[in-house]
């Protein structure tokens, strides 16, 4: 009995391990306290600086100047607001920034992809050196180029024209670099090769088959050059004036004077700010499932 016993024994203790391994592969995690202490931790270190502006924008210049400063909400909001659209002229700008960061956002998305495409997989002379042309481009600073650029758009007759903001970022370097990467491991040469024996065009091939392969990096792209141009304050500060500004240089003006009202600025600020938030609440759950598609094909 126990020669028979023991073998039995052997045989479900050396099956226990392989169950306990199945069993802990398919378990699904689960987050502490800890974790949840953490994010906690870190969304308030985020968004704290965008509470501080709202409220700041409730109060009023005077209160915001004692010590220690307001901690909570104020009852000046509605009114700093539209002081702050009045004196900065932010119908204007808004519209001008919709304008300038909505083309730059499908343009550069559209031609990164192309050229990210190109340089991922088509076969062509000079696409290393091409290649490393275009991503040292990104060495260069922006501040060496402002003197050029406004020298060129001057000679166009663009001052103080939309065009001259956006011509220069109809397509990135860094766009252009982010999409070849992702495309690399993304789109399978093997499905290129497919679409071209069933007699597919090339335009055929990247409607049908790149940008779908594509889309969650071209997602995720768009958000950034979409953040980016509406921030952007440098060059469209020198090639624009007021009377046809982004907001980001109407903002500006809110600054100059004697004595600027800075719970007025923290309002102009506030307003500049709400497209982006609402544009990351209507469309981040989109960009993220994105990112994670992307990451399980890759």
């Known amino acids: 009995m126990s020669q028979l016993t023991i073998p039995r024994a052997g045989r479900r203790e050396g099956k226990a391990p392989r169950q306990r391994g199945r069993m802990g592969a398919g378990k699904q995690l689960h987050a502490g306290p800890v974790t949840y202490l953490v994010l906690a931790v870190f969304a308030l270190v985020s968004l704290a600086p965008l509470v501080w502006t709202a409220i700041a924008a409730s109060r009023t210049d005077r209160r915001l100047a004692q010590t220690p400063p307001p901690l909570w909400f104020g009852g000046n909001l509605f009114r700093n607001l539209e002081a702050a ?110 679409a071209r024996v069933d007699g597919a ?65 923290m309002a102009g600020a506030l307003l500049g700010t709400l497209p982006l938030l609402i544009a990351f609440l209507l469309f981040g759950k989109q960009i993220v499932g994105g990112i994670m598609q992307g990451a399980i094909k890759g």
């Not at 402002?146 to 011509?167: A, C, E, F, H, K």
């Not at 500060?237 to 009202?261: E, H, M």
């Open 85 to 194: 659209w009045s004196q900065a002229g932010l119908g204007t700008a808004m519209l001008n920034s919709v304008i300038v960061a909505g083309t730059i956002t499908v343009s550069t998305v559209l031609f990164s992809t192309l050229a990210g495409f190109a340089f991922a997989k088509l076969r062509f002379r000079f696409s290393g050196v091409l290649l490393l042309l275009t991503i040292g481009t990104m060495m260069i600073p922006p501040q060496l180029a402002v003197v050029p650029l406004y020298m060129w758009m001057s000679n166009l007759g663009w001052s103080n024209q939309l065009q001259t903001v956006i011509l220069p970022s109809l397509v990135t370097a860094f766009g252009t670099f982010f999409m070849r990467q992702y495309l690399v491991q993304a789109l399978p040469s093997e499905l290129i090769e497919a």
């Open 201 to 265: 065009s090339s335009l055929r091939i990247v409607w049908h088959v790149v940008f779908p392969a594509a889309r969650p990096a071209m997602a995720v792209l768009g958000l950034l050059t979409f953040v980016f141009a509406w921030n952007d304050f440098l060059w469209p500060i020198i090639a624009l004036t007021q009377q046809n500004p982004t907001v980001q240089v109407a903002l500006n003006a809110l600054g100059t004077g004697y004595v600027p009202d800075q719970a007025v600025i």
